[in-house]
Structures are given as structure tokens and as C-alpha cells.
């Protein structure tokens, strides 16, 4: 441990340091240059800094951040899960067949490519070729996915993630930000925004994630027919989340969850992961970084971004709105669909985006499952 690491072991608890870094983070996530912020990321950059500069090494510290790490997955993917699968339930046409397509398509392409990237370099490892994949596509569900490995797995993959993620975000932004602003009255779009007259009681609410968290776990322990390899909880509390949101739809139609009740919760969640994960990812970021990494996590961005753009906008010939939409699904990139909602000549498609948000995240971390497991 360094004597900065030393001094701050000795002054303040575990407790504290979780909150201060999730203060500082928070507010870092704040700042916006050029109308783009890092948000929630903001506790990941200060948690890696922290675990860079203090590099602490005791047992009991790396075993609550291991704590918060599966505390902080288990919230936040289990949220994602019922919302999405609330969500599908409401728009099941053509149009779904459509984005699980492009959804589909576009993620194993980006991963096979992962794949080469790293058969070519065998200078760089795979669980950090893994993070890297996850960070350029900015899906956090799928590092958690990566990281129930082992710990020594998770603090290279995390590091990864953390180079690749910074361009993951930005990319996307400025790519659906720069062709927003293209032609804007020959491809102006609107979607109807759906309304509900009930939300479901906070109670319920709790008591329905806590099933999905529980159920999750039982499900991603078991191991899949023919192949032999178990969803894991992250993929298992997915699924589960999406069968149960799907469930509640079809039951209780025309009730829907707390906005507030749902964000704080998932909010809460990525917190506590991004904490729990960024500082043992702090203590081996300087013998992981070289200028590769930052390439790799380029490529990875761009490619998605292009191939779901185009099968989208010039094969199918979809509105530059809808096009859009899909790509921040793709990208599983809430700061991007931002950009269209503030954008008043063009209205994102919600259901668009969700859908392919939901296929494209569970391509994912069903494909990081598969990949980790054949390792091991």
C-alpha cells in the first residue's frame, strides 16, 4: 500500500470512501464540455483514479468492494430487466423482429472482430480484450457479466472497460448529434408517447425486484443443455426480470412502475458497481494501458455504430429518427437518446430503442458468459 493509501486507511472507513468517491464522481459526471457529460460514469473515473493513487491491498477492503460489485449488479440488471420486459410487452409487431435483427447482427459482428483483435495481438490479454469490448459498446450488465470470473479477471477487465468506455460515450453522442442536425425536415419523425393512469405501490415495487434478484441467481446457476455453461447471475437475473416485467404487463395493464422509484434503484446499483469495480480496476490500470487499447476500443465503437446505421437508414430505408434510436440501442447508450429527446425537430422511437437496447444487451452478456466460461 502507498503512504497516501496508508494515511487514508488509517483516517477513514471503508463507508466513508465508498461515499466520498461516489460524491466526487457524482459531481464529476456533471460536467459537461460540449453538451457531453460521463454522468454516473463519473464515480468509475474517480473509483479507478482512487485505486490508482492509494492502491490499497488489504483482504477485508477487496472483499466489500467484491461485496458491492455483485450488491450493485444485482440491483441495477434486475431494474433493466422488468422495465425492458414491461416495455416489450407493449409493442410485439414487425417492427420487433426488425430490431432483434439488427440488434443481433450488429453485436456478434462487433464480437467476432473482437475475437480477430485479439487472435492477432497476443500481447494483450483476454479478460482485458473482454472489458474492452464491453466499455466501446458502454454495456456495464456485460462487464458485470465478465467480471463474476474471478477477482483477478475482474480488475483487468474492469481497466479495460475504463479506456474503451471514455470513446464508447462519446462516439456515439457526436455521431447521433452531428446527423441530427442533417436534413432536418425531410427525415423529421414523431412517436407517440404512451400513457399509464397508475403507477405500481413502492412496496410492490421492492418486493418485485427482490423476487427477480433471488430467482435471477437460482436461474443463472443453472447450466444450459448441450453446451454445459450456466447464464451466470447477471444474464439470469436479466431474463428473469424480463419474464417478470413481461408477466406484470400482461396481468396488471395500465399500471406502471415509478419513473423515480425505478431510476433511484438502478441509479444505486451502477453506483455501487462502478465503485466495487473501479478501484481494484484503479490498482492495474497503469500495467494495462498502452495506445492499442485505445485503438481496439475505437474500432469496436465505430463498427457498431456504422453497421446498425446503415442496415437501418440505407438498406431498410428507415427515417434518420428511427435510425438513430436504433443505433443508441445498439449501443446500449442512454446519453445518445438523450440527445434526440432535447432535439426538436426530431422525436426518438421509444419502442425502437428499447427493443433493440434489450436484445442488444443480452447478446452481449449471453456472448461474454459463453466466451469467460470456454476459457475457464
Same mark, same amino acid.
Given at each position: ?13 471503508? +463507508?466513508? %470512501?465508498?461515499? !466520498?468517491? /461516489?460524491?466526487?464522481?457524482?459531481? $464529476?459526471?456533471?460536467? &459537461?464540455?460540449? @453538451? ?65 435483427? +439488427?440488434? %443481433?447482427?450488429? !453485436?456478434? /459482428?462487433?464480437?467476432?472482430?473482437? $475475437?480477430?483483435?485479439? &487472435?492477432?495481438? @497476443? ?254
Amino acid at each position: 500500500m502507498s503512504k497516501i493509501g496508508y494515511l487514508l486507511d488509517g483516517q477513514l472507513s471503508n +463507508v466513508c %470512501i465508498v461515499f !466520498i468517491i /461516489i460524491i466526487i464522481g457524482y459531481g $464529476l459526471g456533471k460536467i &459537461k464540455i460540449f @453538451g457531453i457529460s460521463f454522468d454516473l460514469s463519473g464515480i468509475l473515473i474517480v473509483a479507478m483514479l482512487y485505486g490508482m493513487i492509494v492502491r490499497p491491498d488489504s483482504d477485508s477492503f477487496l472483499q466489500n468492494m467484491k461485496f458491492l460489485t455483485s450488491f450493485g449488479t444485482s440491483l441495477f440488471i434486475s431494474v433493466i430487466g422488468i422495465t425492458s420486459g414491461y416495455g416489450l410487452s407493449k409493442c410485439i409487431n414487425r417492427k420487433v423482429l426488425f430490431c432483434f435483427f +439488427v440488434g %443481433i447482427i450488429t !453485436i456478434l /459482428i462487433d464480437f467476432f472482430v473482437m $475475437l480477430t483483435l485479439l &487472435k492477432l495481438d @497476443g500481447t494483450i490479454s483476454p479478460d482485458t480484450m473482454y472489458g474492452i469490448f464491453c466499455g466501446a459498446l458502454t454495456s456495464t450488465p456485460g462487464l458485470s457479466t465478465v467480471c463474476e470470473v474471478s477477482d483477478s479477471f475482474a480488475a483487468a477487465a474492469t481497466a479495460g472497460y475504463g479506456c474503451a468506455y471514455i470513446f464508447g460515450v462519446i462516439g456515439v453522442v457526436l455521431f447521433v448529434q452531428f446527423l441530427s442536425k442533417y436534413n432536418k425536415s425531410k427525415f423529421t419523425n414523431s412517436s407517440p408517447k404512451t400513457t399509464y393512469e397508475q403507477t405500481i405501490p413502492t412496496l410492490t415495487g421492492l418486493i418485485l425486484i427482490t423476487a427477480v434478484i433471488i430467482l435471477g441467481e437460482i436461474l443463472g446457476g443453472i447450466k444450459l443443455p448441450f453446451i454445459g455453461v450456466s447464464l451466470g447471475n447477471s444474464c439470469g437475473s436479466l431474463c428473469t426480470g424480463l419474464i417478470c416485467g413481461w408477466l406484470v404487463s400482461k396481468k396488471f395493464d395500465g399500471l406502471r412502475f415509478d419513473k423515480s422509484q425505478i431510476e433511484t434503484i438502478r441509479e444505486l446499483g451502477l453506483m455501487l458497481f462502478f465503485v466495487g469495480t473501479g478501484i481494484p480496476a484503479g490498482t492495474k490500470l497503469l500495467s494495462v494501458f498502452n495506445i492499442s487499447i485505445l485503438l481496439y476500443g475505437i474500432i469496436l465503437t465505430l463498427l457498431p455504430i456504422i453497421i446498425s446505421f446503415f442496415i437501418s437508414n440505407k438498406l431498410f430505408k428507415n427515417s434518420l429518427s428511427t435510425s438513430l434510436s436504433i443505433v443508441a440501442g445498439v449501443m446500449t447508450s442512454t446519453p445518445a437518446i438523450g440527445v434526440l429527446y432535447r432535439n426538436k425537430n426530431l422525436c426518438p422511437d421509444t419502442a425502437v430503442y428499447s427493443i433493440t437496447y434489450t436484445v442488444a444487451l443480452l447478446t452481449i452478456i449471453i456472448s461474454m458468459r459463453i466466451i469467460t466460461a470456454i476459457l475457464l
